[in-house]
Protein backbone atom coordinates (compact mmCIF):
# COMPACT_ATOMS: atom_id res chain seq x y z
CA UNK A 1 0.00 0.00 0.00
CA UNK A 2 1.27 3.23 -0.90
CA UNK A 3 2.13 6.05 2.18
CA UNK A 4 -0.01 9.09 1.94
CA UNK A 5 1.21 12.43 3.21
CA UNK A 6 -0.56 15.13 4.25
CA UNK A 7 0.02 18.51 1.91
CA UNK A 8 1.85 21.34 4.42
CA UNK A 9 0.49 24.09 2.35
CA UNK A 10 -3.12 22.41 3.07
CA UNK A 11 -2.36 21.92 6.82
CA UNK A 12 -1.70 25.55 7.16
CA UNK A 13 -4.77 26.59 5.65
CA UNK A 14 -6.73 24.44 7.43
CA UNK A 15 -5.24 25.75 11.31
CA UNK A 16 -5.71 29.74 9.52
CA UNK A 17 -9.06 29.08 9.36
CA UNK A 18 -9.68 27.12 12.44
CA UNK A 19 -7.84 29.79 14.20
CA UNK A 20 -9.69 32.98 12.42
CA UNK A 21 -13.08 31.42 12.31
CA UNK A 22 -13.89 31.83 8.89
CA UNK A 23 -12.36 32.08 4.98
CA UNK A 24 -12.19 35.61 4.53
CA UNK A 25 -10.04 36.47 7.09
CA UNK A 26 -7.66 33.60 6.87
CA UNK A 27 -7.53 34.28 3.08
CA UNK A 28 -6.30 37.93 3.57
CA UNK A 29 -3.03 36.69 6.69
CA UNK A 30 -2.54 33.76 3.64
CA UNK A 31 -2.41 36.20 1.31
CA UNK A 32 -5.23 34.30 -1.14
CA UNK A 33 -8.76 34.61 -2.40
CA UNK A 34 -11.43 33.15 0.39
CA UNK A 35 -12.45 30.75 -3.09
CA UNK A 36 -8.31 29.54 -3.19
CA UNK A 37 -8.94 29.04 1.19
CA UNK A 38 -11.97 27.20 0.44
CA UNK A 39 -10.47 25.00 -2.63
CA UNK A 40 -7.75 23.85 0.18
CA UNK A 41 -9.75 22.98 2.60
CA UNK A 42 -11.67 20.77 -0.12
CA UNK A 43 -8.67 19.17 -1.15
CA UNK A 44 -7.33 18.52 2.57
CA UNK A 45 -11.06 16.83 3.17
CA UNK A 46 -10.70 14.61 -0.31
CA UNK A 47 -7.18 13.74 1.12
CA UNK A 48 -8.99 12.57 4.47
CA UNK A 49 -10.89 10.49 2.06
CA UNK A 50 -13.64 12.97 2.27
CA UNK A 51 -14.29 13.55 5.96
CA UNK A 52 -15.25 17.27 6.90
CA UNK A 53 -12.94 18.84 8.95
CA UNK A 54 -15.17 22.19 9.19
CA UNK A 55 -19.40 22.36 9.83
CA UNK A 56 -20.48 25.03 7.53
CA UNK A 57 -23.48 27.72 8.89
CA UNK A 58 -24.91 30.44 7.17
CA UNK A 59 -23.65 32.14 10.52
CA UNK A 60 -20.79 30.00 12.27
CA UNK A 61 -17.89 27.96 11.10
CA UNK A 62 -17.11 24.69 13.82
CA UNK A 63 -14.80 21.96 13.71
CA UNK A 64 -15.94 18.82 13.40
CA UNK A 65 -14.58 16.21 15.51
CA UNK A 66 -12.41 14.90 12.59
CA UNK A 67 -11.62 18.77 12.37
CA UNK A 68 -10.83 18.69 16.10
CA UNK A 69 -8.11 15.31 15.92
CA UNK A 70 -6.45 16.88 12.92
CA UNK A 71 -6.14 20.50 14.17
CA UNK A 72 -3.64 19.09 17.18
CA UNK A 73 -1.26 17.22 14.64
CA UNK A 74 -1.13 19.87 12.09
CA UNK A 75 -0.33 22.20 14.51
CA UNK A 76 2.82 20.09 15.51
CA UNK A 77 3.65 19.34 12.05
CA UNK A 78 4.08 22.73 11.28
CA UNK A 79 5.70 23.67 13.89
CA UNK A 80 8.23 21.10 13.21
CA UNK A 81 8.30 22.02 9.63
CA UNK A 82 8.88 25.49 10.62
CA UNK A 83 11.57 24.98 12.82
CA UNK A 84 13.91 23.01 11.15
CA UNK A 85 13.48 25.81 7.88
CA UNK A 86 14.55 28.15 10.21
CA UNK A 87 17.54 26.24 11.80
CA UNK A 88 18.71 25.26 8.30
CA UNK A 89 18.18 28.54 6.26
CA UNK A 90 17.50 31.56 8.83
CA UNK A 91 20.22 33.38 9.94
CA UNK A 92 21.06 33.65 14.02
CA UNK A 93 18.28 34.76 15.72
CA UNK A 94 18.85 38.55 17.30
CA UNK A 95 17.55 41.93 18.05
CA UNK A 96 14.46 43.20 20.17
CA UNK A 97 11.12 41.72 20.31
CA UNK A 98 8.74 43.89 21.94
CA UNK A 99 5.90 42.40 23.66
CA UNK A 100 2.55 43.20 25.27
CA UNK A 101 0.90 41.32 27.64
CA UNK A 102 -2.40 41.44 30.15
CA UNK A 103 -0.75 40.92 33.74
CA UNK A 104 -2.22 38.48 35.25
CA UNK A 105 -1.73 36.31 32.18
CA UNK A 106 1.85 36.83 32.33
CA UNK A 107 2.28 36.00 35.74
CA UNK A 108 0.64 33.20 35.60
CA UNK A 109 1.80 31.59 32.34
CA UNK A 110 4.48 33.46 30.96
CA UNK A 111 7.64 33.09 33.30
CA UNK A 112 8.74 30.14 31.86
CA UNK A 113 7.55 30.69 28.35
CA UNK A 114 9.98 33.59 28.27
CA UNK A 115 12.48 32.07 30.27
CA UNK A 116 12.93 28.98 27.63
CA UNK A 117 13.38 31.37 24.36
CA UNK A 118 16.10 33.48 26.47
CA UNK A 119 17.66 30.64 27.32
CA UNK A 120 18.04 29.57 23.72
CA UNK A 121 18.38 32.86 22.07
CA UNK A 122 20.50 34.68 24.40
CA UNK A 123 21.22 37.45 21.56
CA UNK A 124 17.34 38.56 21.46
CA UNK A 125 16.25 41.81 23.70
CA UNK A 126 13.28 40.94 25.04
CA UNK A 127 10.91 44.36 26.50
CA UNK A 128 7.61 42.78 27.80
CA UNK A 129 5.15 45.31 28.86
CA UNK A 130 2.40 44.38 30.97
CA UNK A 131 -0.82 46.36 31.45
CA UNK A 132 -4.96 46.50 30.49
CA UNK A 133 -5.89 45.00 27.50
CA UNK A 134 -7.61 48.23 26.96
CA UNK A 135 -4.04 50.05 26.81
CA UNK A 136 -2.05 46.79 25.52
CA UNK A 137 -4.85 47.53 22.08
CA UNK A 138 -3.92 51.55 21.89
CA UNK A 139 -0.01 50.62 22.01
CA UNK A 140 0.21 48.15 19.45
CA UNK A 141 -2.35 50.38 16.96
CA UNK A 142 0.61 52.98 17.24
CA UNK A 143 3.17 50.69 16.70
CA UNK A 144 4.38 50.12 19.94
CA UNK A 145 4.64 46.66 20.44
CA UNK A 146 5.88 43.55 17.63
CA UNK A 147 3.60 40.85 19.53
CA UNK A 148 0.99 41.50 22.11
CA UNK A 149 -1.10 38.71 24.04
CA UNK A 150 -4.89 40.30 23.85
CA UNK A 151 -8.14 38.83 25.84
CA UNK A 152 -10.92 38.08 23.99
CA UNK A 153 -14.33 37.06 24.18
CA UNK A 154 -15.01 32.69 22.32
CA UNK A 155 -16.06 33.00 18.88
CA UNK A 156 -15.21 36.70 18.71
CA UNK A 157 -13.02 36.99 15.33
CA UNK A 158 -9.73 39.01 16.42
CA UNK A 159 -7.08 39.12 14.01
CA UNK A 160 -4.70 36.59 15.29
CA UNK A 161 -4.87 33.27 16.70
CA UNK A 162 -6.21 31.98 20.10
CA UNK A 163 -3.22 30.58 22.30
CA UNK A 164 -5.16 29.72 25.38
CA UNK A 165 -8.32 29.13 27.02
CA UNK A 166 -9.15 28.83 30.03
CA UNK A 167 -12.20 28.57 32.75
CA UNK A 168 -13.64 31.61 34.51
CA UNK A 169 -14.52 31.50 38.07
CA UNK A 170 -15.44 32.90 40.95
CA UNK A 171 -13.23 34.00 43.40
CA UNK A 172 -14.29 34.89 47.58
CA UNK A 173 -12.07 35.09 50.70
CA UNK A 174 -15.57 32.89 52.24
CA UNK A 175 -18.50 32.63 52.42
CA UNK A 176 -19.10 35.30 54.32
CA UNK A 177 -17.92 37.86 51.81
CA UNK A 178 -21.16 37.19 49.61
CA UNK A 179 -24.08 38.42 51.10
CA UNK A 180 -27.36 36.45 50.91
CA UNK A 181 -29.39 39.46 50.57
CA UNK A 182 -28.48 42.91 48.52
CA UNK A 183 -26.38 43.56 45.47
CA UNK A 184 -23.61 41.47 45.07
CA UNK A 185 -20.19 43.23 46.03
CA UNK A 186 -17.70 42.73 42.77
CA UNK A 187 -13.91 43.67 42.66
CA UNK A 188 -12.92 44.27 38.97
CA UNK A 189 -10.42 45.94 36.63
CA UNK A 190 -11.48 49.46 35.38
CA UNK A 191 -13.52 49.28 32.02
CA UNK A 192 -13.53 48.01 29.30
CA UNK A 193 -12.53 44.51 30.78
CA UNK A 194 -13.59 40.89 29.33
CA UNK A 195 -13.61 39.67 32.73
CA UNK A 196 -15.46 42.72 34.21
CA UNK A 197 -18.25 42.73 32.17
CA UNK A 198 -18.51 38.43 31.71
CA UNK A 199 -19.58 38.90 35.15
CA UNK A 200 -22.02 41.67 34.60
CA UNK A 201 -23.60 40.16 32.08
CA UNK A 202 -23.90 36.78 33.91
CA UNK A 203 -24.91 38.25 37.43
CA UNK A 204 -27.72 40.11 35.19
CA UNK A 205 -28.93 37.01 33.38
CA UNK A 206 -29.74 35.69 36.37
CA UNK A 207 -31.38 38.64 37.46
CA UNK A 208 -29.33 39.15 40.43
CA UNK A 209 -28.47 42.83 41.63
CA UNK A 210 -24.63 43.63 41.93
CA UNK A 211 -22.55 46.96 42.68
CA UNK A 212 -18.64 47.63 42.17
CA UNK A 213 -17.22 47.55 46.01
CA UNK A 214 -13.17 47.68 44.28
CA UNK A 215 -11.62 48.64 41.48
CA UNK A 216 -8.30 47.75 40.65
CA UNK A 217 -5.57 47.94 37.67
CA UNK A 218 -3.62 45.05 39.26
CA UNK A 219 -3.94 41.61 39.93
CA UNK A 220 -2.06 42.58 43.02
CA UNK A 221 -4.31 44.64 44.38
CA UNK A 222 -7.67 42.46 42.90
CA UNK A 223 -6.35 39.53 45.18
CA UNK A 224 -5.81 42.12 48.26
CA UNK A 225 -9.46 43.41 48.16
CA UNK A 226 -10.56 39.62 47.98
CA UNK A 227 -8.35 38.51 50.68
CA UNK A 228 -9.70 41.44 52.96
CA UNK A 229 -13.61 39.67 52.46
CA UNK A 230 -14.58 43.31 50.02
CA UNK A 231 -16.03 41.00 47.49
CA UNK A 232 -16.16 38.49 44.74
CA UNK A 233 -13.81 38.84 41.48
CA UNK A 234 -13.60 36.76 38.36
CA UNK A 235 -10.14 34.98 37.58
CA UNK A 236 -8.96 32.41 35.59
CA UNK A 237 -9.18 29.02 37.47
CA UNK A 238 -5.00 28.79 37.48
CA UNK A 239 -4.79 32.33 39.26
CA UNK A 240 -6.45 31.54 42.43
CA UNK A 241 -4.13 31.77 44.90
CA UNK A 242 -4.05 29.94 48.11
CA UNK A 243 -6.30 31.33 50.80
CA UNK A 244 -8.79 32.45 48.08
CA UNK A 245 -11.69 30.19 47.66
CA UNK A 246 -13.79 29.36 44.22
CA UNK A 247 -17.39 30.09 44.84
CA UNK A 248 -20.20 29.52 42.63
CA UNK A 249 -22.60 26.94 42.04
CA UNK A 250 -22.62 26.52 45.96
CA UNK A 251 -23.90 30.02 46.41
CA UNK A 252 -26.27 30.20 43.31
CA UNK A 253 -23.41 32.28 41.29
CA UNK A 254 -24.65 32.01 37.07
CA UNK A 255 -21.14 29.59 34.95
CA UNK A 256 -18.91 31.84 33.38
CA UNK A 257 -17.97 30.97 30.07
CA UNK A 258 -14.05 30.16 29.27
CA UNK A 259 -11.47 33.23 29.07
CA UNK A 260 -9.68 33.63 25.90
CA UNK A 261 -6.33 34.48 24.81
CA UNK A 262 -5.17 35.80 21.03
CA UNK A 263 -1.50 35.96 20.00
CA UNK A 264 -1.20 38.92 17.30
CA UNK A 265 1.64 39.59 15.29
CA UNK A 266 2.39 43.66 13.73
CA UNK A 267 2.35 43.75 10.18
CA UNK A 268 5.91 43.78 9.26
CA UNK A 269 7.15 42.31 12.39
CA UNK A 270 10.92 41.18 12.26
CA UNK A 271 11.88 37.75 11.64
CA UNK A 272 12.81 37.33 15.53
CA UNK A 273 9.68 38.36 16.64
CA UNK A 274 8.24 35.63 14.28
CA UNK A 275 10.31 33.10 15.76
CA UNK A 276 9.63 34.46 18.99
CA UNK A 277 5.74 34.20 18.33
CA UNK A 278 5.93 31.03 17.27
CA UNK A 279 7.72 29.39 19.96
CA UNK A 280 5.38 31.36 21.98
CA UNK A 281 1.81 29.30 20.40
CA UNK A 282 4.13 26.13 21.24
CA UNK A 283 4.95 26.66 24.67
CA UNK A 284 1.76 27.61 25.49
CA UNK A 285 -0.07 24.50 24.03
CA UNK A 286 2.62 22.32 26.14
CA UNK A 287 1.19 23.48 29.55
Not at 60 to 70: C, F, K, M, V
Amino acid sequence: MPHRTLDLDLLRAFVTVADCGGFTRAGALLGRTQSTVSLQIKRLEDSLGGRPVFERTPRHLRLTSEGQTLLHHARAMLRLNDAALAELTEPEVAGLVRLGVPEDFATAHLPTVLAEFTDAHPKVELEVTCDLTLNLQAKFRGGGFDLVLLKREPGVVVEGMRVWREPLIWVARDALSVPAEGPLPLIVSPDPCVYRSRAVAALEGQGRRWRIAYTSTSLAGTQAAVRAGLGVAVLPREMCPPGLKPVGADIALPALADTEIALIEAPGASVTAHRFAQHIAAALERL
